[in-house]
């Protein structure tokens, strides 16, 4: 069971670094504007994520503000998803890994 609730959230990851993505791409802005932000915001959480969240973070942080860091995450691709139109798909991002996590911690899984 915590294989696959592992996997889950690996795919969510990545379905958090499409929606930031997807919501730079889709900006009334001109081309260079959404190239940048379409390639940025995704960078941008991806680093974050490297630094305080990943397995290997080179920013150790105590449970609780780590679970903080990936929430404000989610929290923002959400909102992103809901700016570029998609308000279901959004809500649906953050739902899903607040249930994931919540499966995570019951099961045992450290954060």
Known sequence: MKALLLGVIFLLELALLGSAGYWGFTLDAGWPVRLLAG???PLVIAVVWGLFCSPRA???LPDPAKLAVQAVCFLTCGVLLTLAGHA???AALVSLWAADKAA???AGTPI
Request: glycine share 16%.
């Open 104 to 106: 995570l911690t019951l």
């Open 58 to 60: 080179t920013v150790t």
């Open 39 to 41: 390639l940025g915001a």
């Open 88 to 90: 279901a798909p959004g």
